[in-house]
């Protein structure tokens, strides 16, 4: 089957391209969000191929995964097809729903040609879908290994964009998680993080942008991830981490409650909890250690990637049809 997608999320794609099918992701001469290409920073099969508009024409994909409303005008535009009528589509939800919530409407809402595949049962809870069809298909992770060592007695952060998305990733947190123990933020758009909320350059250090695996293996040298973002669907990196097999202390908001046991970790919504639990861990190692195995196998059992590809084939069957 070949599957059109536009490279919107890294890590997501990064997950769904390890499936059976034939991804054609397309590209622009700019590689702006019309078309970014293949990723320059994670590892992507050969099946997950550039095209540009006029080669997507020739190709003719078998079904459209949609994750943008600017994606139906390129369908349109590039392929002279009306999704969800002349083209199979599924509508893929990223993200939390923002503005009015709980009254946020959803862009698909009520109409029924083009179901609304959600990322988190919360997403599905939260969003007014009206009428239109939906499902659920949580994440699935490529599965980095248990890297875990612990040997730095420092807090590992991942965020992108903290400055330019201010309080929905929590930068304001970071420094009471730093009074208790030194801090890695890692991720994309970092710059000015330490101005914009007073950080001390000795407690917070930023690496700006590593390829996927070195981050990986540079965070699972930090005794406890730690995730501050209190509104997003449900961060990547922080599954990624508890693949790792970190102990975790997150903020218990959006589908967090239902990603990390109790065992695995500490998540609440009091940041005098948070930071304290941080301290805990970064003084204990043994106990980061069996939360960090916790952690592990609770990923490993629920954000699996064959789970997660068996569910999309089952989506993508049941729209070609």
């Known amino acids: 089957m070949k599957v059109l997608l536009w490279h919107v999320h890294g890590s997501w794609t990064t997950a769904f391209v390890q499936g059976r099918h034939d991804y054609l992701l397309p590209v622009v001469p700019d590689r702006g969000p019309d078309g970014l290409g293949r990723a ?36 349109r535009e590039w392929l002279g097809r009306e999704p969800g009528r002349d083209l199979p589509a599924v509508f893929l939800e990223h993200n939390a729903p923002d503005g009015a919530v709980p009254d946020t409407r959803h862009p698909m809402a009520d109409q029924g ?20 069809p939906t499902t659920v298909i949580e994440h699935g992770i490529v599965d980095p290994g248990e890297l875990y060592t612990g040997e730095l007695a420092r807090a590992g952060v991942v965020v992108n964009e903290p400055v330019r998305r201010g309080r929905y990733t929590g ?13 890695d933020v890692f991720g994309m758009g970092l710059a000015g993080l330490h101005e914009r909320y007073g950080l001390d ?52 908001t959006t589908e967090a409650v239902e990603a990390v046991p109790a065992e695995a970790g500490v998540i609440s919504t009091r940041p005098d909890r948070l930071a304290a639990a941080v301290r805990e861990f ?26 997660f590809l068996t569910d999309w084939d089952r989506l993508l069957d049941e729209v070609t049809r």
């Open 201 to 252: 350059p000795d407690r917070v250090a930023l690496h700006e942008d590593p390829p996927q695996a070195a981050m990986h293996a540079e965070l699972a040298r930090r005794r406890v991830y730690v995730h501050p973002v209190r509104w997003t669907s449900l961060g990547l990196s922080l599954l990624e981490a508890m693949h790792l097999g970190m102990p975790v202390v997150a903020l218990a």
């Open 282 to 307: 970064v003084h204990d190692p043994d106990r980061a250690r069996l939360a960090g195995k916790a952690a592990r196998a609770a990923a490993l059992d629920r954000y699996g990637l064959a789970r």
């Open 113 to 132: 040609a083009i179901p609304i595949a959600h990322v988190t049962h919360f997403n599905e809870l939260f969003y007014d879908n009206g009428s239109a």
């Open 171 to 183: 930068g304001d947190l970071l420094p009471r998680f730093a009074a208790e123990a030194p801090v």
């Open 40 to 75: 320059r920073t994670w590892d992507w099969p050969a099946s997950a191929r550039e095209v540009t508009p006029a080669q997507l024409r020739e190709e003719q994909p078998d079904v459209v995964v949609l994750q943008r409303e600017r994606d139906l005008e390129l369908v």
